[in-house]
């Protein structure tokens, strides 16, 4: 949605915000963060290997007061292509991830994929089936670790003086993996390209 600045295809406000009477824009957000936090999100969260390049184009430009504000998803985008080394090769956009990982940060994505699985996992009656897909590397992850702690259960510290039955009880698994994670197809990846990168988790509450 262009309109909203999560693209960088097409020109927009630089605002990326989910709820927009809710926090604050991202080109507010680049206009007050250090460039150690800008680094540290376009990493964290964009797994961007450019990052502290990126981060320092975006300072050095709000410290030229020749420049115009930061309020455009094209600023941005000619920013980053710019900043970007001439060896870059990759296939996406110079901008994807740093895009990626600004929209993350500034709706607090991860947080809000935690409280679900945890609220899912609670709520879920025995038997019900837990099936989350995810559309990239990070969320895949949370999701994969969720399901793996939930099948082990929590573990018991060493030392607590309890019984067997309590230890027992206290260390069940609140759920059981269901099959191998499934990834689109070729076919299903031809017909929506935007599939490419999900996958899909199945768990099942014992």
């Known amino acids: 949605d262009a ?26 957000w680049l206009m007050e963060a250090d460039l150690d936090d800008i ?8 797994e961007d290997k450019h990052a502290r390049r990126i981060a320092r184009a975006i300072v050095e430009y709000r410290e030229n007061e020749e420049n115009e504000p930061m ?6 985008a000619k920013l980053i292509s710019e900043a970007a080394p001439k060896s870059f090769k990759e296939k996406k956009h110079p901008a994807t991830r740093a895009f990626q990982a600004f929209r993350i940060y ?28 995810s559309f990239h590397s ?7 670790r969720f399901i793996r702690k939930e099948s ?29 994670a499934i990834k689109p197809t070729k076919q299903e990846i031809d017909m929506n390209p935007r599939s490419r990168r999900s996958v899909l988790r199945i768990a099942e509450k014992l």
């Open 39 to 46: 680094t540290w999100v376009i990493r964290e969260f964009g």
């Open 106 to 133: 500034i709706n607090s994505e991860l947080e809000e994929i935690d409280t679900a699985l945890k609220g899912a996992a609670r709520i879920l009656a025995p038997e019900g089936r837990l099936s989350v897909i």
């Open 152 to 180: 082990k259960g929590p573990e018991v510290p060493h030392g607590i003086p309890l019984t067997e039955a309590q230890i027992k009880e206290l260390g069940s698994a609140n759920m059981k993996t269901v099959g191998k």
């Open 71 to 76: 309020i455009r998803t094209g600023q941005l």
């Open 138 to 144: 990070l969320e895949d992850r949370m999701v994969k």
């Open 3 to 28: 309109e909203r600045g999560f693209s960088f295809m097409k020109d927009g406000p630089l605002d990326m915000r989910m709820d927009p009477t809710s926090g604050i824009p991202v080109s507010q």
